[in-house]
């Protein structure tokens, strides 16, 4: 036949749809002419196409006239994935294979000049998009093992063109590829007994960790502030399936490895120079940057402060949404971003303000400069906000080792337990939901609406006060929270005080 049709599917952020590569020989002036919006990358396919054909012992029709389309026509085509469609269909076009070999299967591959089968970044979307429609997948074998994490998923791997085509025309018929279950990973060797005191520290990250709340660390250099984040993911429950391919599939599009970090909570920690697109995403082929690596894991951003107070602000949207939208004149995508948000900061520039051990020598301007780089918008958004200390010698150096990680970890599963019975963890719970679960007397109503009079927090502030009083009456297993937990979780708004409030929230909530 003379015309052919072969499936196979563009990558577009997160998403794979579908593209058929139409190909047509016809008479007239020989040459390949390629359409349907294809970039550089899929123009120069034309080349490796014809080399790999003639290398791998085919026949290529260089007396016809070629005409390829990447339909639908207005969708942008990148990458060399195309190689492989492209080739297999100039072959049925000219009637090397039969039509009839490729029916229900989808493909995609980059080719060598040899006819080698190279990878391609986004293999594990692909392979969820063909799943769906029920279509088997043949694609190079370095993909394989992450196409088989889609499951319920008849894919062929192959390391030459011409494995393929032995398999189209039945002489030598690839192995379904078959992967077993991938194992967890082995808990992190960052375990919390080796961090020494720091008991408020300490007890935050175990609420940040029960509740999925947003956390903040202040405090003079060397006080444990990187030690106590690292230990975040060795607290956190195991991810479940669906978040587990959530996770690779970004890391799939970004080109990283997945099966050595399967099931693990992604725990990112961006240099303070990373721009807002490495944060965020984007580029003029929009990408996923660090929040969504980051999804269903950990961001720490070690020296808040010395971010970019631009790059900072733009964190706003996902911190509440849990997704980026990025536009651009031709591209609109959009990444999952529902990562906790971990920060660590110094309470100004020299670092020992309020340190007993070393006295701070920066000028009260330059303290309220270092701290205004910190917008409240973005500070509302953080739930816990607590100060880490220096210790003193002799808790230093005592032998008394803390809880450990397995021990913390049990108390948080148990809360977040309870949370799933309400449907969602509290720093997502909805606010008719959150306020039904709170249930307070009208008594505390008063008392907590003169606390915030006084402290003069925001609207989000409050409910950022209920969702970790919520919190820790899960680890205490109780059924709503009471006074304590109010106070406590107004304690942990002690760093609102950057903003100007000349009362803290400590001492106001023990009045």
Not at 29 to 39: A, F, I, K
Request: with cysteine; aromatic share 2%.
């Amino acid at each position: 036949m003379a015309l052919a049709i072969i499936a196979t599917r563009a990558g577009l952020g997160l998403e794979a749809p579908e593209v058929l590569v139409e190909v047509h020989l016809s008479n007239g002036l020989p040459g390949l002419t390629l359409v349907g919006l294809p970039e550089t990358a899929v123009r120069e396919s034309r080349e490796r196409v014809r080399s790999a054909l003639l290398n791998a012992g085919f026949e290529f029709p260089n007396t016809r006239r070629i005409t390829v389309n990447l339909a639908p026509a207005d969708l942008p085509k990148e990458g060399g994935r195309f190689d492989l469609p492209i080739a297999l269909g100039i072959l049925v076009a000219s009637e090397q294979i039969p039509a009839a070999a490729l029916e229900g299967l989808e493909c995609l591959g980059e080719l060598a000049l040899n006819g080698r089968l190279r990878p391609i970044n986004g293999a594990l979307p692909v392979a969820l998009a063909a799943k769906v429609v029920g279509r088997g997948l043949l694609l190079p074998a370095a993909n394989a093992d992450e196409a088989a994490l889609a499951g319920e998923l008849a894919v062929f791997p192959a390391e030459h063109l011409s494995q393929v085509v032995a398999h189209l025309l039945g002489q030598d018929r690839l192995a379904q590829h078959r992967l077993s279950s991938p194992s967890l990973p082995e808990r992190t060797s960052h375990d919390l007994a080796d961090v020494r005191g720091q008991h408020q520290a300490r007890r935050a990250l175990e609420v940040a960790a029960a509740g999925g709340h947003n956390l903040l660390f202040a405090g003079p250099p060397g006080t444990g502030k990187t030690m106590l984040a690292s230990r975040l993911p060795g607290i956190l429950p195991p991810l479940s399936h669906d978040e587990a391919l959530e996770v690779a599939a970004i890391r799939s599009v970004c080109g990283m490895g997945l099966l050595d970090r399967w099931g693990e909570r992604p725990f990112r920690s961006p240099h303070h120079t990373a721009s807002g697109v490495a944060l965020v995403g984007g580029g003029s082929k929009p990408r996923p940057g660090e929040i969504s690596l980051a999804h269903h894991g950990v961001l720490f951003l070690d020296e808040l402060p010395q971010f970019d107070r631009g790059v900072l602000e733009v964190m706003r949207e996902p911190l509440e949404s849990g997704q980026i939208h990025i536009a651009r004149a031709s591209h609109q995508r959009c990444f999952p971003a529902r990562f906790q948000l971990v920060a660590a900061m110094n309470p100004c520039p020299c670092g020992h303000l309020g340190d007993p051990r070393q006295p701070c020598v920066c000028t009260p301007a330059q303290v309220q400069r270092y701290q205004a780089k910190l917008s409240g918008p973005l500070l509302d958004r953080i739930d816990l906000q607590v100060e880490v200390p220096a210790l003193p010698p002799e808790q230093l150096t005592s032998p008394t080792l803390g809880e450990s990680s397995a021990t913390v970890r049990e108390r948080v599963l148990a809360a977040r337990e309870r949370q799933r019975q309400r449907g969602a963890l509290n720093a997502r719970l909805p606010g008719r939901e959150l306020e039904a679960a709170c249930d307070l007397t009208t008594e505390e109503r008063a008392w907590l609406a003169d606390v915030l009079t006084r402290l003069k927090l925001s609207a989000r502030a409050y409910h950022r006060v209920l969702r970790v009083a919520l919190t820790l009456a899960d680890l205490a297993g109780e059924s709503r929270p009471s006074r304590p937990q109010l106070m406590e979780a107004i304690g942990y708004r002690q760093l609102d005080r950057l903003r100007g409030g000349n009362e803290t929230p400590k001492a106001v909530a023990g009045m």
